[in-house]
DNA sequence: ACCTGAACACCGTTCAAGT
DNA sequence: ACCTGAACACCGTTCAAGT
């Protein structure tokens, strides 16, 4: 058992969210619980509660840091790409490949839910719109003339879609619709709905 | 409390699923429990395994009923359109709509995940199926001379796509990507990829 | 000051025992 | 035969008490 001043608040913090981060991605959300995680890192589940505000807390702060690697990754995969188009894309497929690299990691983001009413913070919610904005930026060269308005809801129709594949997809019910690969239904999602975007927006 | 034989099996089952679908309705599916709706019903929680499998078993039974009442109300709302077009954007406006009217249920059937390994019966899985088809269905008169392939995978994108704006709007996901309306978003999401499908395929 | 350990009010699931 | 009631192994959360 762990003594007193073993480790400081910072280090108790950090080691809990790995302990939280290796329950998730072993076996699911299902299996996080406070007590699991205090004894993987040695301190009793009291102790849980002097770093973090509850579980929920806890799961937000999880959820924060897989944002964070989303987000870096769906950058990383940009940088090398200059074709407007093909950028736009790779951001779908950045995401789908997150999703499926990580999935459990990747659902409790978008199924945890706060107790009714409850809001997140906004440090949380600056997180989502960050990774909203990348593709508004994306969408602007490819958007004509059509005002600001247009773009984010662009952004917003393109985030939503390749969303929805990806929950289905983890969810098993796609193979029920007899769809072969998730990627190649991203890409179908992603260039036509750009054709559209295009041809009833520009010209 | 009820005394045997008070009630068939049959009218446990039903009394059950009504108790369930009320305390998911009212206060989400977190406040489900084997035990709130054994006490709901007058009985103890033992008698409920007598007549489900387990919980994971009721709330499939739950999520069953909710598909059918999503699956007729698509059908209601489909019937007085004449137009193709008209069509297949209604039946992204009525599932947003049957999400909006009744989100802790709309969420439990595809949140709901079994345990790691176990997929749904065939039997729940033909109730999704058959919302899939719907789709493809109406959608076929717009295809013009693409194959099958290509209609169930459009088919794929556009529920795909209403589906992941219906989960971002529950979320509340899209206030913050500055998004005026779900519904306009929706009607935005499909006409353009229906515009993009029809313009990459058959001319 | 920091952490524990026990308590409280819940869970899902099982099954011997009662009627 | 049908249902109960208690048991088991878990939960999240709190907080007096120990070091």
Chains 1, 2 share one sequence.
Not at 50 to 58: G, S
Not at 87 to 113: K, M, T
Not at 159 to 184: K, N, T
């Amino acid at each position: 058992m762990a003594r007193r001043s073993d480790h400081s608040r910072e280090e108790i913090r950090e080691m809990a969210l790995e302990a939280a981060e290796r329950l998730i991605a072993e076996q699911g959300s299902k299996a996080l619980s406070a007590r699991k995680v205090a004894t993987a890192i040695g301190y009793t589940v009291g102790t849980l509660y002097l770093v973090f505000e509850n579980l929920d807390d806890l799961i937000l702060q999880v959820n924060a840091r897989t944002l964070d690697r989303l987000h870096a990754r769906m950058l990383e995969e940009l940088a090398p790409l200059d074709d407007p188009m093909e950028r736009v894309l790779q951001l779908g497929h950045s995401y789908i490949g997150f999703a499926n690299d990580h999935p459990h990691h990747w659902e409790l983001v978008f199924e945890h839910r706060l107790p009714p009413g409850k809001q997140p913070p906004q440090w949380f919610r600056d997180k989502v719109r960050r990774m909203f904005a990348l593709v508004e930026r994306e969408l602007k060269p490819l958007a004509g003339n059509r005002d600001s308005q247009a773009i984010s809801r662009g952004a917003a129709a393109l985030w939503s879609g390749v969303h929805g594949i990806c929950i289905l997809a983890i969810g098993g019910q796609l193979e029920v619709a007899g769809v072969d690969s998730v990627q190649s239904l991203t890409r179908s999602l992603m260039r036509n709905y750009l054709t559209g975007f295009r041809t009833n927006g520009s010209s």
